[in-house]
Structure formats: C-alpha cells, structure tokens
C-alpha cells in the first residue's frame, strides 16, 4: 500500500456534544518538516515526518493560541486512494478482516440458531460490534485506544500484495486517542484517523450494542495549551496477512517505555488461589471443584471445558503431591457422571442438572460448545503420566480420553471439521466453522502419542491444515468463548498456537513450526503491548498495576484480562525453545507477569467496583481499558471470582519464574523477582536473586543445557524472602 497513501492531513473538528458541527483541513507534506496555521480556530502546528528503520515517523504537534469557541479535537488522517471490500483491516483485539461479518443484534449472552441449510457451513456470524458493512459502500469503525491491545491501525491488500501499520500513543494531554478507519467503496478509498482526544461521533460501542449515545467529548482548548501526537507508519510488501501480523509483531512496544514493577510472586498468588479452591471451590458432596463460589449457580457450579472445571486436576495431580484425593475425585466425577456413550462430556451440571450451552434456546438436544471437550482432552491426555506415576485412576483415565479422542475422530471423518456446537450423545453438527476446536488438532497428538496411535496421528495432522487453511491463513480465530457468537477471539488464536507446537514437536515437520509461529503473531494482536495510564483515583491506578501482557479475550467482550483463557501460554516457551528468538520468551514474560497483581491477597485484598473487597485468592476477569460498561469502570475490577485463577494455577505449574538457556546463555526472569546472572568458567551458573515484593516467593528455576532435549533440564527451586536476595549456584 505504499502508493496509496496519496494524502496526510491535519483536521480540527469541534462538536456540539459527541456531534462535530465544524472541521477545517489542513493539507500536509509526507515528508520533511511543516508548519500549518488554522484559519476558523485558534490553531498553529508543526508536524515533522522522517524516515527511519523503515519506517516513516513523527509528530503532530498542535499549540492553541487562543480559546476554542466549542470543545474540540485535532487529528492526524492519512488518505488512501486504493482500497476495497476484499482488503484486510487490523485493529489489534477489536477488529480482523474488518469484522465485515453477518451481524445479528443478539441479547447477552448470545447463542445465534443456524437454519440447516448454513448449520455447517455457515457465514461468521458476530453480534452487534464495530464492523466494516458488507453492503453499503460507507461504513467506519471508532475506537479509543484502550478498545484495543495495541494502538494501531493494519492494512493488507492481497491483490496488491502490499500493507501498511499505523501505531501511536494511547494517550495525549487531551486525553485517550482515537483511532477511526472510514470507508468510500465507491471511490475505492479509506482515511485512517488519530485524534487527540478521540470523540467517537454520535454514537459508540457498550456491550454488543454498537449504537450506544456517544459519551465523549471535545476539549474546550485555552491558550497556550499544547497537544503532540507521535506515530509511526509502515508500508511494506507483504504476499500474505502473515506479513502485517509480522510487522506488528516486531513493533507492538514502539510506545511502550514504562517499567513493569513487582508486587506478587507467582508462588505467593498460586498459594492463595490453591487454599481458596479448597476452602471455597471443592464441592464435597459432588467431588468436584466448582469454577466459581457465588452468582448464578449454574454458570458457577461446574463447566467441563473453557474457563476451568476439567482443567484444575491436572493442576493439583502435578502440584500438591500424588495421589491428590480431590483431584482424583474430580476426575471421576467426570467419566462416571458426565461422560456420555458418544464419548463427549456434558457442558454445564448444577444441582443434580444437566445443562446445555445455548443460553435458554431449547430443541430437546444436549448441545456442547466443542471447545469445552478440546480443552478437557487435552489436560486429560497431560494428565496422564501424572496418574500413572501416582498409581491410581489411571486404566479409568486411558478409557475415558480414547472415547473421548474417538469421537473427536469420528466427527472429523464425517465432516473434515469438529464444528462449534454439537449435539454431544449423536456427535452431529449442530453448528459448524470457527475455530473454537482449535485445541483438538493438539490434544489429539498428544493422545496419539500415549497410544502410539498413527490413525490419530494422521486425523491430528489433517485437522491442524483444517485449522491453518481455514482460520490461521485467512488472519481470523473466532468463535472460541461460549458466549460471543462467531466473533474474533484470543482463545482460540493461542490454541491454534498450542496444536502447531504439538504437532511440530511430534513429527518434527518444519512445516509447523512455520505455522506456529503466524500463530504466535496473531495470538500477540490480542496481548496489550504497554502500560495503560488508568485514572488516578481507580484501583489499578491507586496500586500502579500495570496492564502490561494482559490479554484480551474476544471483540466482544472489550476488556482485557489477567491471563489467556484458559492457558499458560508455556507453548510460547517451547517455540523460544525451537527457534532461539527471544521474542516469544519475552511475550511470556509479560502474559505471565501480569496475572498475580490481580490476585486478592491477605493485607492486599482488592476493592471492586461496587465497593467490595474480593477476598483472599479471588481474581476477576477485568483489566478495564474500555469503556464499554461505563466511563467510570476504567481502571476497576469487578466483584467475583473468575476463571483467571485457573490461568494463574496453570502459570505457577508449567511458566519457570526464572529461565536459563545455557546454550545461548540468556537467562530471564519472568517471575516477580529482579535477577542477575553470571555464567562461570566452569560451565555453573550463579544468580543473585531479590524478591522487592512484600510476600515471600519459592522461585523456580529452569536451566536447558539443550533446549531441544527434555532429558538434559535442570530444575530448582529458590526460597527468597520479602526484600531478601539470595544467591543460587546451580551447576
């Protein structure tokens, strides 16, 4: 696209309201140094462009020399004369492929009913979120930056083999940015807009309601008063959407300066969470751990897959010791209770009932969200070695994931897919496409694996070119929460990641390593990329969390949250391990750092937004950059206990606090600790380890003297008290 960017303006605008009554434009030179002067409003601006590191970057920068009549805001728009409906529009964790979807405006939560001539095939199918119109030929997306993991707007044309990425900062002194897309099909052009502040136009997005009243506002300007508004655009070939994902890859932290503080280690917040399960989460009576403790009952009681309910044995089999009796007897509660002949498991159970996925809508079937059994086979099939090596449970186990793994096979000879929802006692279809299954390719090689099974092998590797081909190519996972229609989400970009390590690590084709890594691009989209500024006076201001690495969830649902749900996101440290690129290492870190500061702990219990503490061992799902659920919402957590804890349960088993490569000698510490490192002579390694938090830390240390061979790892574990440091030599 780099000749299609035929203009860059500078345009006032002032507003009655969230209503722009008046805009001036001002014509900017691409290159070099400019000084413009308003003629309506009391404005002078420099905007200087140059070229660096391949890369055209700047600066507006807007001074008032009087008071603006109206509130107000300036933009910097870059106008492109070559653009159409088959081009592809990034907004990193709102919008992919422009969202130019079939949108039904469904009540939360939704559950949209295919008819049955589109039940497998069906077009995406998204509720009422910001899009690109499939039909009329203007259409226009506006966002604030904190609607999105990385300020940025991205551009890919197949037909012209070109993109290009537009970043700024998320905030001016005028207050959050806004980045707008604005579409002409008619004369084949688009203009991508940054303004300080951002004012979404009459109308702006609030939970699956994209025609919400506009709560923004202009600035009413005062002499003397200055805005600077930094960017950095990129315009480069690019034969697939994997170039732009790449490009954004390498620059998500171009604005990203701040530091990232310590306040919990990852031993300190899975202890809390651990005694929570067991005091709050283990129902005695059904032997089983409840994903959550209060709220609606059925959506709190158990959940097979998704947001925790099969996951947490695995857990506690590998951390608390084996055999672990209540992990054990989850596990029976679910092949005894809730697996059916078909081999599938029930999605919901509360109270002696089972209940279905479709949010009320009743046809008399049991339908299943897939991706609850993808996650559930695959922690069984981890779970495995744990339950032989404890002698216990372990014939049951083998039988329940072959049945279980069978049918997933089964259903993909029958229709080359696993679909999203499926009626669980026949294994039919009820709604095909998306990615929702996107673990199943993974966990299928990892039960093939233990049964030295090659007819699961091959349906595992056909299934993940199902999953590149459909979903990972095409720069769209979608479809992966229960609760969001087809909408683009993360959840299934990171199991999409998860099933190429897996089926890279089985069968050594470079192939998928390829593929993982576009999949760890994309996954990256939805991460945020730098330190939200929250106000003040909000709880993650007044404790200076930081927003760092957490990770939004779907399109949506605008907020992001501690952790990947439901992952550690460990597959990123075994992609570092297969290809030395520090940069997967270092995404890890921030995913896995920002998860414990949400934790509610003894002598720091969080205030939620209703003005409840959470107590100890409690996380919610809200890091709130977005304004969906209200201005005031920014910066505060919700009341409730949420699947989080079960990332931050997965982060303390499978993510090393500190990591050491001696073949390459990095060492990085992802836990909340600081730690220096010094390889000696010898071939030891000694490191100094501080622990500034106020909780005591057990950090654990992974040293690979060959990444690539599990035999040669050496594991240890460091206590370190609060404000101490100590030193650990590990030869």
């Known amino acids: 696209m780099k000749n299609s960017i035929v203009q860059a303006r500078l345009v006032i605008r002032s507003y009655i309201g969230a209503h722009p009554v008046d805009a001036e434009v001002l014509p900017l030179p691409l290159t070099g140094t400019a000084q413009v002067q308003a003629q309506r409003f009391p404005l002078t601006a420099r905007v200087d462009f140059h070229k660096d590191s391949g890369a055209l970057r700047g600066s507006l920068e807007a001074m008032f020399t009087g008071q603006t009549a109206l509130t107000a805001s300036v933009s910097l728009e870059f106008v492109l004369n070559s653009w159409s409906r088959e081009d592809y529009l990034l907004m990193p964790a709102a919008v992919y492929a422009g969202n130019r979807f079939r949108s039904i405006p469904l009540a939360y939560p939704p559950y949209a009913v295919m008819t049955p001539d589109e039940a497998l095939e069906p077009p995406v199918t998204i509720t009422d979120i910001p899009r690109l119109s499939g039909t009329d030929a203007r259409s226009r997306i506006q966002l604030l930056a904190g609607d999105m993991s990385i300020p940025a707007i991205g551009c890919f044309s197949p037909e012209r083999r070109q993109a290009l990425l537009l970043l700024t900062a998320h905030e001016t002194a005028a207050g959050y940015t806004g980045l707008f897309f ?3 099909l008619d004369a084949g052009s688009a203009v991508l807009r940054l303004s300080a502040p951002g004012v979404r136009e009459d ?3 609030v939970f699956a309601n994209n025609r919400f009243p506009s709560t923004d506002r202009g600035v009413t300007f005062r002499a003397g008063e200055r805005i600077r508004l930094p960017f950095c655009l990129y315009t480069f070939p690019a034969d697939t959407v994997d ?3 790449a490009q954004l890859f390498d620059a998500r932290r171009e604005f990203d300066r701040d530091d990232k503080p310590h306040c919990v280690p990852f031993s300190a917040a899975y202890r809390a969470i651990r005694d929570k399960y067991e005091r709050c989460n283990y129902d005695a009576a059904g032997g089983y751990y409840r994903v959550g403790v209060d709220g609606d009952p059925m959506y709190n009681d158990w959940q097979t897959g998704w947001i925790g309910g099969g996951i947490v044995p695995y857990v506690f089999l590998r951390e608390h010791g084996l055999p672990h009796q209540h992990a054990l007897n989850n596990l029976r509660f679910l092949w005894e209770r809730l697996q059916r002949e078909s081999g599938h498991f029930v999605p919901m159970f509360s109270e002696g009932r089972e209940i279905n996925d479709t949010f009320g809508h009743v046809d008399g079937r049991m339908i299943a969200l897939t991706r609850r059994d993808a996650d559930l086979l695959f922690y069984l099939a981890k779970a495995l070695p744990l339950l032989r090596r404890c ?17 997933f096979a089964q259903t993909f000879a029958r229709y080359g897919q696993f679909g999203q929802f499926i009626d669980i006692d026949t294994g039919e279809i009820v709604t095909g496409g998306t990615a929702a299954a996107g673990l199943v390719p993974g966990a299928l090689m990892l039960a093939a694996e233990w049964f030295d099974d090659d007819a699961l092998r091959e349906t595992a590797r056909q299934a993940g070119e199902y999953y590149y081909r459909t979903f990972t190519a095409r720069g769209l996972t979608n479809g992966g929460p229960c609760e969001i229609a087809q909408c683009p989400d993360s959840e299934s970009a990171f199991a999409l990641l998860e099933s190429d390590v897996l089926l890279y690590e089985a069968t050594g084709d470079a192939v998928w390593l390829a593929r993982a890594e576009e999949a760890a691009r994309q996954a990256a989209s939805w991460v945020v990329s730098y330190n939200f500024h929250m106000p003040k006076d909000s709880l993650t201001g007044r404790l200076g969390l930081h ?3 957490a990770v939004f969830a779907n399109a949506q649902n605008k907020h992001a949250a501690p952790g990947i749900c439901t992952m550690s996101g460990d597959s990123l440290l075994r992609l570092y391990r297969c290809t030395g690129k520090t940069a997967y290492l270092e995404l890890l870190r921030d995913i896995s750092h920002a998860i414990p500061q949400f934790v509610s702990l003894a002598g720091r219990r969080l205030m939620t937004w209703d003005g409840v503490f959470l107590p100890e061992g409690f996380i919610n799902e809200r890091v709130q950059l977005s304004d969906w659920e209200g201005r005031e919402t920014i910066g505060e957590v919700r009341n409730g206990s949420c699947w989080p804890e079960v990332s931050m349960l997965l982060t303390y088993a499978e993510v090393p606090g500190i990591y050491a490569d001696r073949h390459s000698g990095l060492v ?20 100094d380890i501080h622990n500034p938090t106020r909780f005591d830390a057990e950090v654990r240390i992974l040293v690979d003297d060959d990444p690539a061979d599990e035999a040669h790892r050496v594991r240890r574990v460091a206590p370190v008290s609060a404000g101490e440091t100590v030193t650990v030599t590990i030869a």
């Not at 002698?391 to 049918?407: F, I, K, N």
């Not at 990085?668 to 490191?687: E, F, P, Y």
């Open 547 to 549: 927003t760092t690495g």
């Open 243 to 245: 170039g732009l994902y």
């Open 391 to 407: 002698g216990e449970g372990l014939t049951e186990a083998e039988r329940s994931v072959r049945r279980l793994a069978d049918a």
């Open 668 to 687: 990085m510490a992802l836990d909340h600790v600081d730690c220096t490192a010094q390889w000696r002579l010898d071939g030891s390694l000694a490191l």
């Open 203 to 205: 109308t702006q997005y």
């Open 182 to 184: 604005e579409e002409d």
